[in-house]
């Protein structure tokens, strides 16, 4: 079993950072990585960034790539969300998952074990 927990969240104005942090228990290294969703309501969880727990290769949305970055402690089994930049858009609840090593990186079908998420609010 694998347990996933995330934090970080909060109230931001647009313009600014926020940073997540996901630590993760069990079988870590036996998949392809860990990876970052969000959701908003009404809409449809949508994938944000990956990272392998073995080379540190990344991979991020269009929509936050150059504003977001993807990294890991392996010691700590933790990975981190740096946001800068933020909008409004950017508002939703965020997830942190474990990839499972098959499918697309950017389906929520790829990933087996998920956090509880953490609010991340960006006002205008």
């Known amino acids: 079993q694998v347990h996933v927990v995330e934090s970080g969240g909060g109230l931001v104005q647009a313009g600014g950072s926020l940073r997540l942090s996901c630590t993760a228990s069990?079988?870590?290294?036996?998949?392809?990585?860990m990876g970052w969703f969000r959701q908003a309501p009404g809409k449809e969880r949508e994938f944000v960034a990956i990272?392998?727990?073995?080379?540190?290769?990344?991979y991020y949305a269009g929509s936050v790539k150059g504003r977001f970055t993807i990294s890991r402690d392996n010691a700590k089994n933790t990975v981190y969300l740096q946001m800068n930049s933020l909008k409004p858009e950017d508002t939703a609840v965020y997830y942190c998952?474990?990839?499972?090593?098959?499918?697309?990186?950017?389906?929520?079908?790829?990933?087996?074990?998920w956090g509880q998420g953490t609010q991340v609010t960006v006002s205008s």
């Open positions: 998952a474990r990839r499972s090593g098959l499918g697309s990186i950017g389906s929520t079908a790829a990933y087996d074990y």
């Open positions: 069990g079988r870590t290294f036996s998949t392809n990585g």
């Open positions: 990272i392998t727990w073995s080379t540190g290769t990344t």
